[in-house]
T-cell receptor, first 117, second 111 residues
Framework: NAGVTQTPKFQVLKTGQSMTLQCAQD?????MYWYRQDPGMGLRLIYY???????DKGEVPNGYNVSRLNKREFSLRLESAAPSQTSVYFC????????????????FGSGTRLTVV | DAKTTQPNSMESNEEEPVHLPCNHS???????IHWYRQLPSQGPEYVIH???SNVNNRMASLAIAEDRKSSTLILHRATLRDAAVYYC????????????FGSGTKLNVKP
């Protein structure tokens, strides 16, 4: 039972480079999320996907794009990385009302540590 | 969105109970109270959640005030592994997909 898998675990980018962070879940959850966590801070929501085929902005969407590739996978893309995007990125998934679950808690991945120089 | 207020940090001795408070005076009737914790260098993990009644699971207990304006996460016997940041979050119809994390309570457990 893998849960939420994020790749890569670590990445160093130069300013202006692009990259895609991958996330996959095997729990048949409908909803998926991307958060970032800066040192000493709480998590901030970047984008979320309530269900396959839909995506919406969170608190801090600027500089990012997302793709809900299928029910399992939700990717986060940085088109032109900036030092301000140095952070730890977490992907999460959750049941959504109507899926028959009673626990709507999130399951998080272990994170991608991104440094932009 | 309803907000939560938690102390920045707390300290406990190993094998003693820990009570982590959370105030949420603007909670709405449909908001669930969720608790997560984040161990060092890891992603947050679900601890417990409740609506009105007190809840117990293998990790912790959640005590919810009768007026639901506050709640307390109870770790019955703290271990060194319980040292983490604990987040109290409200999840309701209005913010179901926008799970906002505050800065949480950093729990230090002393041997």
């Amino acid at each position: 039972n893998a849960g939420v898998t994020q790749t890569p675990k670590f990445q160093v980018l130069k300013t202006g480079q692009s990259m895609t962070l991958q996330c996959a879940q095997d729990m048949n959850h409908n909803s998926m999320y991307w958060y970032r966590q800066d040192p000493g801070m709480g998590l901030r929501l970047i984008y979320y996907s309530a269900s396959e085929g839909t995506t919406d902005k969170g608190e801090v969407p600027n500089g990012y794009n997302v793709s809900r590739l299928n029910k399992r996978e939700f990717s986060l893309r940085l088109e032109s990385a900036a030092p301000s995007q140095t952070s730890v990125y977490f992907c999460a998934s959750s049941w959504y009302p109507g899926q028959g679950a009673t626990n709507y808690g999130y399951t998080f991945g272990s994170g991608t540590r991104l440094t932009v120089v | 969105d309803a907000k939560t207020t938690q102390p920045n940090s707390m300290e406990s001795n190993e094998e003693e109970p820990v009570h982590l408070p959370c105030n949420h005076s603007t909670i709405s009737g449909t908001d669930y109270i969720h608790w997560y914790r984040q161990l060092p260098s890891q992603g947050p993990e679900y601890v417990i959640h409740g609506l009105t009644s007190n809840v117990n699971n293998r990790m912790a207990s959640l005590a919810i005030a009768e007026d639901r304006k506050s709640s307390t996460l109870i770790l019955h016997r703290a271990t060194l592994r319980d040292a983490a940041v604990y987040y109290c979050i409200l999840r309701g119809i209005a913010n179901f997909n926008k799970f906002y994390f505050g800065s949480g309570t950093k729990l230090n457990v002393k041997p």
